[in-house]
């Protein structure tokens, strides 16, 4: 049976605490960023640890669940762009510097952390690697949407805009920073083609993003599913069953 533990982290740039699921005993971190508004426990409450259960009791993956911090930024749609990006900010610093030395401590060190998750967690997913891939290298993201300014955004565009789009600063990614993504990072990006991929821009987002990722030259795969593949947990648990313990 698969170990679950909880933890607490103080998260003063957020306030309060942050509760932090772990699943399984051993094997490549993965940190796990949950739907919109959804908890650290949601993995699990959603059938994830039937799906991933064999990778997780072979030692394969460890799951580290954070919560997300979507109401107070995305999904606040009485704040500016702007606001919304300056928020997602803080908890991105809640990440880098208390969830991600909680990880390597809990894992004896290792320091091979993937990012992963689905809808707005594996928007999550892909900004941290792109923006940190000296300490992600690889992302797993399923049925995401990449723009940030479509989710009813409004306001004036500033450098925080800027630097939370990947599908605006990819583009403008040149020299040594490019050099350094196309070195370190390998992004996995799966969506599905049937309900809710289309309405939610899912489908469309993705392959947009794999093809600023072409242009760019950096390492990426992109695995389009079937019209029976809904954007939806079903299809999550699935898909993460077949592209994570390959990760081990």
């Not at 993003?209 to 809904?230: N, T, Y």
């Amino acid at each position: 049976m698969t170990r679950t533990e909880y933890h607490h982290l103080d998260a003063p740039s957020t306030g309060g605490t942050g509760e932090i699921a772990v699943h399984g005993h051993w094997g490549r971190p993965v940190l796990w960023f949950p739907t919109e508004g959804g908890q650290a426990r949601e993995f699990e409450q959603k059938g994830m640890l039937d799906a991933l259960g064999p990778a997780l009791d072979a030692g394969l993956v460890k799951i580290f669940c954070v919560p997300s911090y979507d109401g107070a930024s995305w999904s606040d749609r009485d704040i500016c762009q702007g606001d919304r990006a300056r928020a997602h900010r803080r908890f991105e610093d809640w990440i880098i510097w208390q969830v991600v030395p909680f990880i390597r401590e809990n894992c004896g060190g290792r320091e091979d952390i993937v990012t992963a998750g689905p809808s707005l967690g594996a928007f999550h997913a892909v900004l941290f690697a792109l923006r940190h891939a000296h300490v992600f290298h690889h992302a797993v993201a399923f049925s995401g949407s990449y723009d940030p300014w479509s989710w009813h955004g409004w306001g004036d565009s500033d450098a925080d805009t800027y630097l939370t789009d990947p599908i605006q600063f990819l583009p403008r990614t040149f020299g040594g920073h490019l050099d350094h993504l196309r070195a370190q990072l390998h992004l996995t990006l799966v969506v599905g083609s049937g309900q809710w991929e289309d309405s939610t821009g899912a489908n469309a987002s993705t392959r947009q993003l794999a093809d600023i990722l072409s242009d760019r030259q950096i390492p990426h795969e992109l695995h389009v599913w079937g019209p029976e593949w809904p954007h939806d947990w079903s299809s999550w648990r699935a898909q993460a069953a077949v592209h994570l313990p390959p990760l081990g």
